[in-house]
């Protein structure tokens, strides 16, 4: 398991902030929601993944 700078994650928290609109542009999940699917992030995680609250659900 590769380790995540600290630096990468607190720049990716500061990009996408709890609570700012983003869409989607890619995912590599087979069950990832469609392109172009609208979000609020909700959080960003110590490996610096960006958690979403899909507005169709998913």
Known sequence: MTKINKQIVERLRKQYP???RI???KMDDIQAPP???LGIVIGVDDIG???V???NGS
């Open 53 to 55: 609250a899909w507005d």
């Open 35 to 37: 392109i172009g699917t």
């Open 18 to 20: 709890n609570g700012c």
């Open 23 to 25: 869409s989607l542009v």
């Open 49 to 51: 993944s960006i958690m």
